[in-house]
């Protein structure tokens, strides 16, 4: 039952019978990352390879364990020390301390071929 109520909450479905294949019914990687993740809230372990070997209910639940133990995930109060990075970040004096901006400059003694650079930063943004 958690399993099919974690399928139908991630894939959008109205029902879920436990033959039904979890990417039949549009699962993918991530929203099986998004199911061990819920499983894992609600005290359940399950292996990402077996997700994928064994797509239906009636096959994966034999592969589905209780959580021997589980971090507290309540919220966190009080002061923490600032990392080396924060404390670098926090010490600059910029005009407009919302936002860094991080420069790169390309040197390359042969030049570049102008289109190639521009057409692949140009697929990169």
């Given at each position: 039952?958690?399993?099919?109520?974690?399928?139908?909450?991630?894939?959008?479905?109205?029902s879920?019978?436990?033959?039904?294949?979890?990417?039949?019914?549009?699962?993918?990687?991530?929203?099986?990352?998004?199911?061990?993740?819920?499983?894992?809230?609600?005290?359940?372990?399950?292996?990402?390879?077996?997700?994928?070997?064994?797509?239906?209910?009636?096959?994966?639940?034999?592969?589905?364990?209780?959580?021997?133990?589980?971090?507290?995930?309540?919220?966190?109060?009080?002061?923490?020390?600032?990392?080396?990075?924060?404390?670098?970040?926090?010490?600059?004096?910029s005009?407009?301390?919302?936002?860094?901006?991080?420069?790169?400059?390309?040197?390359?003694?042969e030049?570049?071929?102008?289109?190639?650079?521009?057409?692949?930063?140009?697929?990169?943004?």
């Amino acid at each position: 039952q958690t399993l099919a109520s974690i399928w139908q909450g991630v894939l959008g479905a109205k029902s879920v019978g436990i033959l039904d294949n979890f990417f039949d019914l549009g699962g993918d990687s991530i929203k099986a990352i998004q199911v061990s993740s819920r499983l894992l809230q609600a005290g359940y372990k399950l292996d990402m390879k077996d997700l994928f070997q064994y797509p239906s209910i009636s096959l994966l639940s034999g592969h589905v364990h209780n959580v021997s133990r589980t971090a507290d995930q309540g919220e966190v109060s009080g002061s923490v020390e600032l990392t080396p990075i924060q404390q670098w970040f926090f010490g600059l004096s910029s005009a407009e301390p919302h936002y860094f901006n991080q420069s790169v400059m390309l040197h390359r003694a042969e030049g570049f071929d102008l289109d190639a650079l521009h057409h692949t930063v140009t697929k990169l943004t």
